[in-house]
């Protein structure tokens, strides 16, 4: 198979990465519009499936271009082009994949927002042209949220509530120093910056119900140590307004997704400097996120930055920890499952023998379900939750990943 990845960055690297050490891919043409960091990336991952070009993401008619001979493109440009890139798919040919997606691509949401029974634009087209375009396939959203969901609903005769809680713990400092690091989400700092500021979703009896302002019906949820204890609030993140799409019919009522209030970001949101808004600053206008954005850092230096000397304090101190709460019932009797997935993106050395790279808790996902589209599942617009989660999982140990999910019914 060959493989389009759009975007070099912090996602597009690692994919690119671990699709060269794929024994079933015969090709990777990485494509950005920064052809120096291009040459970067495949002067470090260095083997001769890497292939680069220099490509626009706004541009429709180039990607088709390029996407002549290829399987599947895997779009990990910014959220703002994956409508273009998604059409550009669908008119030459390829399946498509992407990490992350919004709600204002269900054909309708303009006039209505989101009511279940919308469909995503372009669904007709790839159904149609016997394609899959997977939205949302990385770790949360993807592997770790939607696919887990899935395997847990399906040993469920009916499902009545999700919820989704995503906690970050550095043990190198305690709660109260934890602010005086810099903070680097590890993927595009834009994005996820606004995913604190911007309206965000749950589902409730039944329906979407948007929820206005930052940080929004906070609580304290109990993750498994090291994480601990911690305050989580509603966030924007495609779950809440995915799920239910297919677990609806199930009986599901409830759905969200709530992240952990982080003391970087806190700060930022609070000042306003997370606003799209221009401000005057001594007679000059400006945003105050393109402040923010100027010395964040980029957010691609994690992947030609890794460092193995350093894998295992990172493996020591940097926690990440995703639970899911799924209550349903089965066979007459109530059941709670309480999941817990732990850092995708560890044991780090053991991950950069396999990948090249130890990120890839996003990436990894995103080829999975290029894969599995290629090869074959439910077509049209679709998302992770949507395809056969014992394949999903069974490609991802035959690349090598070991899952350490661990259940607990309570």
Not at 53 to 72: F, P, T, V, Y
Not at 152 to 159: A, E, G, Q, W
Not at 374 to 389: F, H
Request: a negative charge.
């Amino acid at each position: 198979m060959k493989i389009l990845v759009l975007g070099a960055g912090g996602q597009g690297a690692p994919c690119a990465s671990i699709l060269s050490k794929d024994p079933e891919v015969l090709e990777v043409k990485l494509c950005d519009i920064d052809m120096e960091l291009l040459q970067k990336v495949k002067d470090k991952i260095n083997h001769p499936k890497i292939k680069i070009k220099n490509l626009d993401a706004s541009e429709e008619d180039a990607i088709i271009k390029e996407s002549e001979g290829m399987d599947a493109i895997i779009d990990l440009s910014p959220p703002s082009f994956f409508p273009t890139v998604m059409k550009a798919a669908y008119l030459a040919k390829v399946h498509y994949v992407n990490t992350a997606w919004e709600e204002a691509m269900f054909e309708k949401y303009d006039e209505q927002g989101v009511k279940l029974g919308d469909k995503v634009k372009l669904h007709d087209e790839f159904v149609k042209s016997d394609l899959t375009a997977v939205l949302g396939c990385g770790m949360s959203s993807g592997y770790a949220t939607n696919v887990l969901a899935r395997h847990y609903v399906d040993k469920l005769d009916t499902v009545e509530r999700i919820k989704i809680r995503l906690g970050k713990k550095d043990t190198v400092y305690n709660d109260e120093e934890e602010i005086l690091s810099p903070w680097n989400p590890g993927w595009n700092p834009r994005t996820a910056l606004l995913d604190f500021i911007v309206d965000s979703y749950k589902f409730e009896n039944g329906e979407f119900v948007k929820i206005e302002g930052a940080f929004a019906e906070p609580e304290m949820w109990d993750f498994p140590e090291p994480v601990g204890r911690m305050l989580v609030t509603h966030h924007a993140h495609e779950e809440p307004f995915s799920l239910p799409f297919s677990f609806a019919d199930k009986g599901l009522k409830y759905c969200d997704f709530k992240y952990y209030a982080n003391k970087q970001v806190a700060p930022i949101v609070a000042l306003g400097l997370g606003s799209r808004e221009k401000i005057k600053v001594s007679g000059v206008e400006i945003s105050p996120i393109d402040v923010v954005m100027a010395l964040v850092p980029k957010s691609q230096n994690a992947f030609l930055n890794e460092d193995p000397s350093k894998f295992k304090e990172l493996d020591e101190t940097k926690h990440v920890s995703i639970e899911l709460e799924i209550k349903g019932v089965k066979n007459k009797k109530e059941i709670t499952y309480r999941i817990h997935v732990p850092n995708m993106n560890a044991p780090r050395q053991q991950l950069y023998d396999i990948y090249g790279t130890s990120l890839i808790a996003v990436a990894l996902p995103a080829v999975i379900g290029a894969k599995m589209a290629i090869e074959g599942t439910k077509k049209g617009v679709i998302a992770p939750q949507d395809m056969d989660s014992n394949r999903f999982i069974e490609l991802m140990s035959q690349s090598g990943f070991e899952h350490r999910w661990q259940e607990t019914l309570i």
